[in-house]
């Protein structure tokens, strides 16, 4: 079976070989206020990428730890349109997440070639998680 792979531009600023934007570039008034872009970029991947919450079972000597972890079910490749604080918010996001084996993938623009280029998001060895 073939992965799923979603293509996210960071922001609605130009043309891009996208399923869908992360940020429409008229929602962000204040470019300094980092809560309210993390927010959005929070609710909004909520809704675009595909999360499955599984249990894992952690073994311990005082018995095993059974964790929710929220699990991502596809492939993701996000173009980077500008706005730092909105990248920033995105891997912020990301490091909450299982990428359960797929690939997060941030593309740049290469204006020489005309090519986009992507750049491995390199996942933490461990996920936070809440007991269940």
Same mark, same amino acid.
């Given at each position: 079976? +073939?992965? &799923? @792979?979603? #293509?996210? /531009?960071?922001? &609605? ?6 399923? *869908?934007?992360?940020?429409? /570039?008229?929602?962000? *008034? #204040? ?6 872009? $993390? @927010? &959005?970029? !929070?609710?909004? =991947?909520?809704? =675009?990428?595909?999360? &499955?919450? !599984? !249990? %894992?079972?952690i073994p311990s000597y005082d018995g095993d730890v059974r964790v929710t972890v929220n699990s991502l079910q596809a492939d993701v490749d996000i173009y980077i349109t500008g706005l730092t604080a909105v990248t920033i918010a995105v891997l #912020?996001?990301? +490091?909450?997440? *299982?990428? #359960?084996?797929? $690939? ?5 623009? *290469?204006?020489? $070639? /005309? %090519?986009?280029?992507?750049? %491995?998001?390199?996942? +933490?060895?461990?996920?936070?998680? $809440? %007991?269940?």
């Amino acid at each position: 079976m +073939a992965t &799923k @792979k979603i #293509n996210l /531009g960071l922001m &609605k600023r130009h043309e891009l070989p996208v399923d *869908d934007f992360i940020i429409d /570039g008229t929602e962000i *008034d #204040n470019v300094l206020d980092f809560d309210t872009i $993390s @927010k &959005k970029v !929070t609710d909004r =991947l909520a809704e =675009l990428l595909p999360l &499955k919450e !599984t !249990t %894992a079972i952690i073994p311990s000597y005082d018995g095993d730890v059974r964790v929710t972890v929220n699990s991502l079910q596809a492939d993701v490749d996000i173009y980077i349109t500008g706005l730092t604080a909105v990248t920033i918010a995105v891997l #912020n996001w990301m +490091a909450r997440v *299982d990428l #359960n084996g797929h $690939s997060v993938r941030f593309m740049h623009y *290469d204006r020489d $070639s /005309g %090519a986009y280029v992507p750049q %491995a998001y390199q996942a +933490a060895t461990t996920v936070p998680v $809440s %007991a269940v």
